[in-house]
């Protein structure tokens, strides 16, 4: 069972065409965003659509954030089952290297994931 979940960990750092160019970055699984919505897919649709995320069809639950015009982060949230542990991966294009350093890319998916935490989840 652990080798099926390293494949598939090793499989999602490949990056795999969510669109054009997609990359995922190796240092942004969020544990926070993971212990605070799992089992609350509800609480993360409504903190990604605050924060202007738009759906796409992947993992359980998976939002597209534009952080600036050019550079879109995808939040992809796997809830995980009896097989499988929870998995929150952070994907951006490949050419967010043309527009921004290590260390900003870094800072920027670390505020956005600090703004989905402090995002109202409440309807009301």
Same mark, same amino acid.
């Given at each position: 069972? #652990?080798?099926?979940? %390293?494949? =598939?960990?090793?499989?999602?750092?490949? /990056? !795999?065409? @969510?669109?054009?160019?997609?990359? #995922?970055? %190796? !240092?942004?699984?969020?544990?926070?965003?993971?212990?605070? !919505?799992?089992?609350?897919?509800?609480? !993360?649709?409504?903190?990604?659509?605050?924060? /202007? /995320?738009?759906?796409?069809?992947?993992?359980? =639950?998976? &939002?597209?954030?534009?952080?600036?015009?050019?550079?879109?982060?995808? &939040?992809?949230? $796997?809830? /995980?089952?009896?097989?499988?542990?929870?998995?929150?991966?952070?994907?951006?294009?490949?050419?967010? *290297?043309?527009?921004?350093?290590?260390?900003?890319? $870094?800072?920027?998916? %670390?505020?956005?994931? *600090?703004?989905? @935490?402090?995002?109202?989840?409440?309807?009301?």
């Amino acid at each position: 069972m #652990q080798n099926v979940h %390293n494949s =598939l960990k090793a499989f999602l750092r490949r /990056g !795999f065409p @969510l669109e054009k160019n997609t990359k #995922q970055s %190796n !240092f942004c699984t969020s544990l926070h965003l993971l212990e605070r !919505f799992c089992g609350d897919l509800l609480g !993360f649709k409504r903190a990604a659509e605050s924060l /202007g /995320g738009k759906s796409k069809d992947l993992a359980d =639950l998976a &939002y597209k954030i534009s952080a600036f015009p050019k550079v879109p982060l995808f &939040y992809l949230f $796997w809830e /995980g089952d009896e097989e499988f542990e929870p998995l929150l991966s952070v994907l951006f294009d490949r050419s967010v *290297e043309k527009h921004l350093s290590a260390d900003a890319i $870094w800072g920027l998916v %670390n505020l956005t994931t *600090e703004a989905l @935490l402090r995002a109202p989840v409440s309807p009301f």
